[in-house]
């Protein structure tokens, strides 16, 4: 029976007649099962079809690793763009001599060949900062032409393995922060979107210097250099040549954190009778003074017993940071000299603390508007508010 070998056909036993004590109840007409399934049968070979009609895509992932003749030393390259592909692979393993079998026609190898280490030293990031120059020969074989490479390098593969990706602002402070922390002598950044200059980094370097007061023990000289010159992912180069040999840098970094610590756990500081701003302006003051000659740094002061404005303002920074209480070194101008001074925060909000200033009753708090009165001037914007 058709209805029968229907139904054995989706999984299902053969229908059995109903016959002495079998009930029929329950049990579809044989008649129906085999029109319903003669009707889907009809649908999906006539009108319904057409829901099977529809345009598709397939996805792969696109693979970064050219393709290989078995030996990951010798690539394939079928097109420009994979021989550029196979030159920047070479050069982010640091492959120094590599064969690229080109299956071009006769008239493109030369071309292609010119034009790919032409863009992969001037173009590519990494390319454009780590590589010298490459030189090729090529030898045709029978069904594709061989280009033996020879990559010229002007950075270490240590230099090269240092690279940080950085995006923004932020991250870029941060990572300078850090090479000024450790008297890291260059710092490289791999950058998205980066579309400033030098003047832009060495600010940042600035910035980064003044965050971290202890470590700042004389600004360093700053070298940028950016590769290549425009696109969209860039290398920043930054050299960073201190006024001190690093080893010089790490022992007075050790002797400003010991005296810091040992002021921070004065009782006065530990429970001030006053605010903790002017606490620990009035501690860190005891027996030592403003000289408008004096060294620049916080060792300075505590070396020497004097300091000028940024030295005195790099101090106050440092301490704070022990104590856990918001605080920068603030720069500008005081009647049209060049002077440093600190910005607290206290609970009344932030206010302005210059320890260069002489004052009867000792350090003074100030709003923006009063120290405006006084004669100085800063970059607007580039401190918290004094409200």
Same mark, same amino acid.
């Given at each position: 029976?058709?209805? @029968?070998?229907?139904?054995?056909?989706?999984? !299902?036993? %053969?229908?059995?007649? /109903?016959?002495?004590?079998?009930?029929?109840?329950?049990?579809?007409?044989?008649?129906?099962?085999? #029109?319903?399934?003669?009707?889907?049968? /009809?649908?999906?070979? &006539?009108?319904?079809?057409?829901?099977?009609?529809?345009?598709?895509?397939?996805?792969?992932?696109?693979?970064?690793?050219?393709?290989?003749?078995?030996?990951?030393?010798?690539?394939?390259?079928?097109?420009?763009?994979?021989?550029?592909?196979?030159?920047?692979?070479?050069?982010?393993?640091?492959?120094?001599?590599?064969?690229?079998?080109?299956?071009?026609?006769?008239?493109?190898?030369?071309?292609?060949?010119?034009?790919?280490?032409?863009?992969?030293?001037? +173009?590519? %990031?990494?390319?454009?900062?780590?590589?010298?120059?490459?030189?090729?020969?090529? @030898?045709?074989?029978?069904?594709?032409?061989?280009?033996?490479? @020879?990559?010229?390098?002007? !950075? &270490?593969?240590?230099?090269?393995?240092?690279?940080?990706?950085?995006?923004?602002?932020?991250?870029?402070?941060? $990572?300078? !922060?850090?090479?000024?922390?450790?008297?890291?002598?260059?710092?490289?950044?791999?950058?998205?979107?980066?579309? $400033?200059?030098?003047?832009?980094?060495?600010? #940042?370097?600035?910035?980064?210097?003044? @965050?971290?007061?202890?470590?700042?023990?004389?600004?360093?000289?700053?070298?940028?250099?950016?590769?290549?010159?425009?696109?969209?992912?860039?290398?920043?180069?930054?050299?960073?040549?201190?006024?001190?040999?690093?080893?010089?840098?790490?022992?007075?970094?050790?002797?400003?954190?010991?005296?810091?610590?040992?002021?921070? *756990? #004065?009782?006065?500081?530990?429970? %001030?009778?006053?605010?903790?701003? #002017?606490?620990?302006?009035?501690?860190?003051?005891?027996?030592?003074?403003?000289?408008?000659?004096?060294?620049?740094?916080?060792?300075?002061?505590?070396?020497?017993?004097?300091?000028?404005?940024?030295?005195?303002?790099?101090?106050?920074?440092?301490?704070?940071?022990?104590? +856990?209480?918001?605080?920068?070194?603030?720069?500008?101008?005081?009647?049209?000299?060049? *002077?440093? =001074?600190?910005?607290?925060?206290?609970? $009344?909000? =932030?206010?302005?603390?210059?320890?260069?200033?002489?004052?009867?009753?000792?350090?003074?708090?100030?709003?923006?508007?009063?120290?405006? $009165?006084?004669?100085?001037? =800063?970059?607007?914007?580039?401190? %918290?508010?004094?409200?």
């Amino acid at each position: 029976m058709i209805a @029968d070998n229907v139904g054995a056909a989706f999984g !299902r036993p %053969p229908h059995t007649p /109903a016959g002495p004590g079998r009930a029929a109840k329950g049990r579809p007409y044989r008649g129906a099962r085999l #029109l319903a399934i003669l009707t889907a049968a /009809a649908l999906l070979l &006539t009108g319904c079809s057409t829901l099977l009609e529809r345009d598709y895509t397939s996805v792969t992932p696109h693979s970064a690793v050219p393709a290989t003749e078995g030996d990951p030393s010798i690539l394939r390259a079928d097109s420009y763009q994979e021989l550029v592909n196979a030159l920047i692979y070479f050069i982010n393993g640091g492959v120094e001599e590599g064969v690229v079998r080109l299956y071009t026609g006769a008239e493109q190898v030369e071309a292609f060949l010119s034009d790919a280490c032409l863009e992969v030293v001037q +173009e590519d %990031p990494l390319g454009a900062y780590c590589v010298e120059f490459i030189k090729y020969t090529v @030898d045709p074989v029978v069904t594709y032409f061989e280009a033996k490479l @020879d990559i010229t390098y002007r !950075r &270490t593969r240590e230099q090269v393995a240092t690279i940080v990706q950085a995006t923004g602002a932020a991250a870029i402070r941060g $990572e300078l !922060r850090t090479a000024l922390t450790t008297f890291a002598p260059e710092r490289a950044l791999r950058i998205s979107y980066f579309e $400033e200059d030098e003047g832009f980094i060495r600010e #940042l370097v600035r910035q980064a210097y003044y @965050d971290a007061p202890s470590f700042a023990l004389g600004m360093p000289e700053v070298a940028v250099s950016i590769y290549p010159n425009s696109g969209r992912q860039r290398i920043v180069e930054i050299l960073l040549t201190y006024p001190l040999e690093p080893s010089q840098l790490e022992e007075r970094h050790r002797e400003l954190a010991q005296a810091l610590e040992e002021l921070a *756990r #004065l009782p006065e500081l530990l429970s %001030p009778a006053e605010p903790p701003a #002017l606490a620990a302006a009035r501690a860190l003051m005891e027996g030592r003074g403003f000289d408008p000659q004096g060294g620049n740094t916080a060792y300075d002061l505590f070396h020497a017993g004097a300091a000028d404005s940024e030295g005195l303002a790099l101090a106050y920074a440092a301490l704070c940071q022990l104590m +856990e209480l918001p605080c920068q070194a603030a720069g500008g101008e005081l009647e049209g000299e060049p *002077r440093f =001074w600190n910005v607290v925060q206290t609970q $009344e909000g =932030w206010r302005h603390l210059d320890l260069s200033a002489e004052h009867p009753e000792g350090p003074a708090l100030y709003t923006d508007a009063q120290l405006a $009165e006084l004669g100085y001037a =800063w970059e607007e914007g580039g401190l %918290p508010a004094c409200g």
